[in-house]
């Protein structure tokens, strides 16, 4: 039986996959409302195919609970922050999780943990945690993105770091049973390096964007245009701007990096901060527009998305949030995906939005953009995503 402790937006997918192809599990959370919520029969956040997953692991037997349980095989997906100040990893849930399967767990144990973590740490936290005890550490990163979760956790390919190769089989085997990607086995640290490197390489690409998007802007001119152009040489793929990074990836593992080699990461350390400028380059564009058109309330301006990407209800970190944060402003705000109000001025109408609204600064591109642009083609926008084609629009 494998025991998945932590339940959010890696956690349960990765138990329903598991539980859906053949495999006995209990999926495990310290949140006794979310326990309460998935025993009831409901899932806890939204996701494409994410119901259907559910129904098809209940019938095969999948059972929550808020107890750790005494098996062999653990699979930890909690989450793994970092230390504002310090940029390092705190590491506070996985060791609390570790501590807690070292007191039900059987010997020879095989703990995964699927936690991002910056590298060493499984050397520095963990493994001093398991002296005394015979248990295998494993350390198996997670790739996929939240609105092609279920289609990502079976394609992807994937990477199981192991101190015993035999053991990293064991658990490529486990993995086998929903994952068609290849999957390969190596050591521990090699597999917390590569995965805050991956996202490392995201974070870093996109703030060459973003750096570019203030540089036309700057210059008058078009980024996208640039862009589209210049990714016409075989060997440039420049990504697109937008107005800032969320999510509890991109934003977050690079700092590891920064935090345990500062002397060695100065682009990442940049990088970062040219990211997390985005918002504020935006609130300045949004304050040139508004003076442009005559518009001195906050209020009649909208801004359209909480969340921190398109067709996701996940609002961590988000730009519109950082947005609102350091320019606390009387913002109107509507988030399609949403159904709980966690901004001020936070409408839970659209069309109500839209009527009280005379700027809309579009800060997500969800799907639902598409049935309702008609509706603002009266509105001055300015589109941060290029998300509105066709229509005349400000863009970043
Ligand atoms: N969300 C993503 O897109 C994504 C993608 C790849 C990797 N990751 C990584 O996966 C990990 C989990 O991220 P997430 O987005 O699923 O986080 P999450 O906050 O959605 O879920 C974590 C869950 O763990 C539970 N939890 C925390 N400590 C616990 C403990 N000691 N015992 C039992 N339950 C506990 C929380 O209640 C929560 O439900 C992180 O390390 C993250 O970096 C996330």
Redesign the pocket.
Known sequence: MVNV???????LPTALMLASHGVQVVG????TK?VQTLQAGQTTFSEAGLEALFASALEAGIRFSGEYQSTDVYIV????PYDRDSKKIDPC?VI??VK?ILSVCAEDAVIVI???VSPGTMDRFVRPLCQGKKVHLVHA??????GNMLYELEHNSRTIGADDPQVGQQVKELYSSFCKGEIVVTDIKTAEMTKVIENTYRAVNIAFANELAKLCHYEGMNVDEIIRICNMHPRVNILSPGPGVG???IP??PWFLVGDYPEHTPLIAKAMTINEEMPDFIYSRICSIMEEHGISDFSKVGLYGLTYKEDVDDVRESPTLQLLQRHPMPFAVYDPMLTETIADNQYTDFTNFLQDTHLVVVMVAHSHLRSVSEAMKDKIIFDTRRALKGMDTYRI
């Open positions: 402790i932590g339940l959010g937006y890696i956690g495990t959370d310290y949140n979310l997906s909690v989450p793994t849930y609390a999780a807690q699927e936690s991002t990163p997670e790739r996929i993105i939240p999510g509890h990836c977050v593992d």
